[in-house]
């Protein structure tokens, strides 16, 4: 299979034979979509096709569970499936989740450690696409023939990749975060991203506030809403201990990054609040939701389409979890970590699969409705505070690791 330099030389010559318009046409096709997936393996490309793949697999997993009992009535033929009831619904969502987590932690332990391109890992990981499709659809229809004892236990380890995710993820934004705020605050860029900086924590604080207050009036409507309370008062001092620690003259991070960090934790708590249980009186909004067919359809795609590109973001971001960084980069070096891009889909796999069935195997949910249930609720919370004790570690280690170094090189006195 030609290389993408071998098709581009090409293409140049025959450019040389053709009028000044199919040149143009030329120039145009040669770096679209289709001619870089064509050309050859293009770890670029191979990105949006796992991406496609995945959310193949969310949809999948959906269907399964909203629409199964009337779609699949082959199934029900399935020595394993007794009736259907035990490959439909609740468990069909953990059987195609198994599915698609085996395909990407086969693809994790075939391309991990792949430093170069050119290599047959690299080729394997960017191409041979009509294989890999074909062992999808094999590793997605495997499970369904599995036992339901087998598929109960992955259910109970889907809780824990389902974590290992969140707090991949949680990292991966907080890095995001600390180095947007390093960045326009570097010598470089102090004076020209100075205005910008801080409108933007201007506004990051302005919606932080205001989002508070809408929270404590959808919310927590009476004094008997105590949970509820709770959740929203909490983000508030979380807030205000992110931004006095980010103030410290010691660390002196300014307010870009806890203002984006009070950004990220009251969305949190929206959505934990937004997880709690229609019927909840104090959660009216949600219940408003549930009866409007039409906005609850939006909310669950918008949740799904948010969930493939979290976790497609996610995956391309293993610099962040470097713990040594070489900065001599070659030119023939893979441009993200592929066993750390396939690790983060198969852990988001386990994590789509707690997410429609609301972090309970044993938990029936209602059509179209995502991550519902106290279960999820409490698991948004945890993920919101331990966000914030991440982000204050990552600004109080440096200052606690110098003082460690100091005491070390400061000789003692006899």
Not at 234 to 262: E, F, K
Not at 278 to 297: G, R, S
Not at 339 to 352: D, I, K
Request: overall charge neutral; aromatic content about 14%.
């Amino acid at each position: 299979m030609a290389t993408v330099e071998e098709y581009r030389i090409k293409v140049q010559e025959e450019e040389k034979s053709m009028s000044s318009s199919n040149k143009s046409i030329i120039r145009l096709m040669e770096y679209s979509w289709f001619s870089q997936f064509y050309a050859g393996p293009n770890p670029w490309m191979a990105r949006y096709v796992y991406g496609l793949i995945f959310l193949a697999a969310n949809l999948l997993a959906w269907a399964v569970r909203d629409y199964g009992q009337s779609a699949l009535t082959e199934v029900k033929r399935l020595k394993e499936c007794h009736g259907g009831s035990n490959c439909l619904g609740t468990e069909g969502v953990l059987r195609v989740s198994l599915g698609c987590f085996t395909f990407y932690i086969t693809m994790f332990l075939s391309t991990v450690g792949t430093k170069r391109l050119h290599e047959n890992r690299d080729a394997w990981h960017s191409g041979w696409w009509s294989a890999k499709i074909a062992m999808c659809i094999g590793l997605m229809i495997l499970p369904f023939f599995l036992p339901t004892t087998l598929i109960h236990l992955y259910g109970e380890i889907a809780h824990f990749g389902a974590g290992i995710f969140l707090l991949i993820q949680l990292i991966s934004i907080i890095s995001f975060i600390m180095w947007l705020n390093k960045c326009c605050r570097s010598e470089n860029y102090a004076e020209r991203c100075q205005f910008h900086v801080r409108s933007l924590s201007m506004a990051s604080y302005g919606t932080c506030i205001v989002g508070i207050i809408l929270l404590y009036i959808w919310y927590a409507p009476q004094l008997s809403c105590i949970l509820n309370i709770l959740f929203i008062t909490v983000t508030l001092l979380l807030l205000h201990l992110m931004t006095l620690v980010s103030l410290n003259p010691r660390i002196n991070a300014g307010l870009l990054a806890p203002g984006l960090m009070g950004l990220y934790i009251v969305f949190i708590c929206w959505c934990a609040i937004r997880s709690e249980p229609p019927t909840e009186k104090c959660n009216k909004k949600a219940e408003a939701a549930a009866k409007a067919d039409w906005l609850t359809i939006i909310s669950f795609v918008i949740a799904v389409l948010a969930m493939v590109i979290a976790t497609f973001s996610t995956g391309i971001d293993s610099e962040s979890f470097q713990f040594t960084k070489d900065e001599k980069q070659r030119d023939d070096d893979v441009p993200y970590g592929y066993g750390f891009f396939h690790f983060v889909f198969a852990m988001g796999a386990m994590y789509f699969a707690m997410l429609l069935i609301g972090w309970n195997t044993h938990h029936t949910m209602k059509k179209w409705t995502i991550d519902v249930g106290w279960t999820s609720t409490w698991v948004r919370i945890v993920n919101e505070w331990l966000a914030a004790c991440v982000y204050i570690w990552m600004l109080v280690a440096p200052l606690i690791w110098k003082k460690r170094q100091a005491a070390e090189s400061t000789p003692e006195i006899m």
